[in-house]
C-alpha cells in the first residue's frame, strides 16, 4: 500500500526561526493536504493542494504541491508559541475519499 | 463548514468489554470515516460509514471488532468490541466537508486496563 514518508520526525526550533517540513510518497496523489493536531485534539486542516506545483499560502504557513505529485512541502515563517503540535500531511486519489496520513512532524519551540 | 461532536471524549475501561463512540455532526454529509490513532502514531483509516449499507473496511479492520452504524446523513456510532489494551487508541471520526476538505472530531481517547 501507500507510505508517507515526513521528515523532520520531530524539530527544536527557537522563536521566531522558520520551519520546513516535507513530505514524499511512493506514489501520486492528486490532492496534498497538511493538518495540524494539538494534543488532546483531533487535527485541523490548514493548507490544501490541488494541482502539480502548485504554493499556497495561509498567513505564515506556505505549502506547495511537489511537479512529481509524489512529494509536498510545507513553510512556516517566524515560528511563535502557539505553532507547536504535530504536523501532518495527508494525500489524496482523485475520486477517493480516503487519505493517506504521513508518519508526522513533532514541532517544539525552545524558550 | 460543519461542526462534529464525538462522545465520549474519553474513556477507560476494562479489558473484555465494549465501547461505542458516537459522532454527530451539524449538516448531513455523504462521506462519514473512522481512523485510529495510536499512541504517538499517525492516523489510520478504520472504514468508511455509508449511510443505508454495511460499512466499508480497510486491509487488518473487520466488522465483528469495530461494528459501525450510520443511521442518518448526520450521525454515526464506531464500537470497539471485546477490548484489549492494544486497542488503547484515539478515535477520530471525520467528515468530507466540501471538495477534497476531510475535518476531524475532536477524538475519544481510550484506555484499556
Known amino acids: 500500500g501507500q507510505q508517507l514518508n515526513q521528515s523532520p520526525q520531530s524539530m527544536f526550533i527557537q522563536e521566531g526561526e522558520d520551519v520546513s517540513m516535507n513530505c514524499t510518497s511512493s506514489?501520486?496523489?492528486?490532492?496534498w493536504l497538511w493538518y495540524k493536531q494539538d494534543p488532546g485534539e483531533g487535527p485541523v486542516l490548514l493548507i490544501a493542494?490541488?494541482?502539480?506545483?502548485e504554493l499556497t499560502s495561509n498567513g505564515r504557513l506556505t505549502a506547495q504541491f511537489g511537479i512529481t505529485r509524489k512529494d509536498s512541502f510545507l513553510n512556516i515563517s517566524a515560528s511563535i508559541p502557539s505553532d507547536v503540535g504535530i504536523y501532518f500531511c495527508?494525500?489524496?486519489?482523485?475520486?477517493?475519499?480516503?487519505?493517506?496520513f504521513g508518519t508526522g512532524t513533532r514541532l517544539t519551540i525552545i524558550p | 463548514s460543519a461542526v462534529i461532536s464525538q462522545k465520549p471524549s474519553r474513556d477507560i475501561c476494562q479489558r473484555g468489554t465494549s465501547l461505542t463512540i458516537q459522532c454527530q455532526v451539524d449538516?448531513?454529509?455523504?462521506?462519514m470515516f473512522w481512523y485510529r490513532q495510536q499512541p504517538g502514531q499517525s492516523l489510520t483509516l478504520i472504514a468508511t460509514?455509508?449511510?443505508?449499507?454495511?460499512?466499508?473496511?480497510e486491509s487488518g479492520f473487520v466488522i465483528d471488532k469495530f461494528p459501525i452504524s450510520r443511521p442518518n446523513l448526520t450521525f454515526s456510532t464506531l464500537t470497539v468490541s471485546n477490548m484489549s489494551p492494544e486497542d488503547s487508541s484515539i478515535y477520530l471520526c471525520?467528515?468530507?466537508?466540501?471538495?477534497?476538505?476531510?475535518?476531524f472530531g475532536p477524538g475519544t481517547r481510550l484506555t484499556v486496563l
Open positions: 471525520s467528515v468530507e466537508a466540501s471538495r477534497d476538505r476531510v475535518r
Open positions: 506514489s501520486i496523489f492528486n490532492t
Open positions: 493542494l490541488y494541482k502539480a506545483g
Open positions: 495527508a494525500g489524496q486519489l482523485a475520486g477517493n475519499e480516503k487519505l493517506t
Open positions: 449538516s448531513q454529509v455523504t462521506m
Open positions: 460509514a455509508n449511510q443505508g449499507s454495511e460499512a466499508t473496511y
